[in-house]
């Protein structure tokens, strides 16, 4: 049973960049068919979807964020991690990490972890 | 960029049938994924690829898919259904992931 655990600084300062880590505990991040992805949810909004990487390193990114977002794995870590750049007050959001295998499907999500609170302001 | 059309909202008596749809130009070439988010929690995963269930998901949850739109279908709900459910699915090339906007589910 894999468990997803993020971490990272809960405030940020406008026009920094936001780096979030995902620790994968329960199975090695590099073994299987796994999507490693980012989901962000703004206080009484509806989810986002940021961006995925799978095992094989390929990364997709939601367009409107792309231009600022890049993924990565750690595998000696076992762990992956999203930077956001140039983040304003309007990135302040919940951000969840979240994985899923291709057993359900390319883009579902069958582990999440718990969500962390994410603040832009100076 | 591509959206998933939700209503914002479904009422629904204990014991009735809830019907939640969601709407996407894509969504006959890319599967839907249904969630459910209770205040406070992470979304878990309640259908996968249109009308599959994962385990653990009471039989009262099921998903079904025609044309343009996919509907998540609670029979019997029960109190503890109350949430808030979103679809999700990809764009027409499957390169990006998007949610629709989420539909309040209140049981009366």
Known sequence: QVQLQESGPGLVKPSQTLSLTCTVSGGSISSGSYYWSW?????GKGLEWIGRIYTSGSTNYNPSL?????ISVDTS??????????????????YYCASGTTTVGSFGLDYWGQGTLVTVSS | SYELTQPPSVSVSP??????TCSGDALPKQYAYWYQQKPGQAPVLVI???????SGIPERFSGSSSGTT???????????????????????????????????????
């Open chain 1, 77 to 94: 870590k076992n762990q992956f991690s999203l930077k956001l750049s140039s983040v304003t007050a309007a990135d302040t959001a919940v």
């Open chain 2, 48 to 54: 996968y690829k249109d009308s599959e269930r994962p």
């Open chain 1, 66 to 70: 792309k231009s600022r977002v890049t």
């Open chain 1, 39 to 43: 989901i962000r949810q703004p206080a």
């Open chain 2, 15 to 20: 014991g009735q049938t809830a019907r939640i």
């Open chain 2, 70 to 108: 996919v509907t998540l279908t609670i029979s019997g709900v029960q109190a503890e259904d109350e949430a808030d459910y979103y679809c999700q699915s990809a764009d027409s090339s499957g390169t990006y992931g998007v949610f629709g906007g989420g539909t309040k589910l209140t049981v009366l």
